[in-house]
């Protein structure tokens, strides 16, 4: 299994980016899709998750209504649009994927991209 992010960058406070997620080597619509983050010195943080057909979608209180996760079946890919950015978002942002919907905790996910940074600068 191999979860591939791309999309991170520098981009200035209020700005915007897309993140993308292409999985491979799942049964992609099998699984609940969620981001993660983790910026220097901190714990990896729970952002967003959504459910095997994208009908369901949770995210952490700092980044409702700025964030908006969403997926493509079809194409094997889940994607994060960042809107609004702050400096606080900097951060390396991880995909993950699990059978289960898991919202909080990095703990019980079973599978990890290798990440992508964001950095907003002020």
């Known amino acids: 299994v191999q979860l591939v992010e791309s999309g991170g960058g520098l981009v200035q406070n209020g700005g915007s980016l897309r993140l993308s997620c292409a999985a491979s080597g799942l049964t992609f619509g099998s699984y609940a899709m969620g981001w993660f983050r983790q910026a220097p010195g901190k714990e990896r943080e729970f952002v967003a998750v959504?459910?095997?057909?994208?009908?369901?979608?949770y995210y952490v209180d700092s980044v409702r209504g700025r964030f908006t996760i969403s997926r493509d079946n079809a194409k094997n890919t889940v994607y994060l649009q960042m809107n609004s950015l702050k400096p606080e978002d900097t951060a390396v942002y991880y995909c993950?994927?699990?059978?289960?919907?898991?919202?909080?905790?990095?703990?019980?996910?079973?599978?990890w991209g290798q990440g992508t940074q964001v950095t907003v600068s002020s």
């Open positions: 993950t994927a699990d059978r289960r919907l898991r919202v909080g905790g990095p703990g019980g996910w079973t599978y």
């Open positions: 959504i459910s095997w057909s994208g009908d369901s979608t």
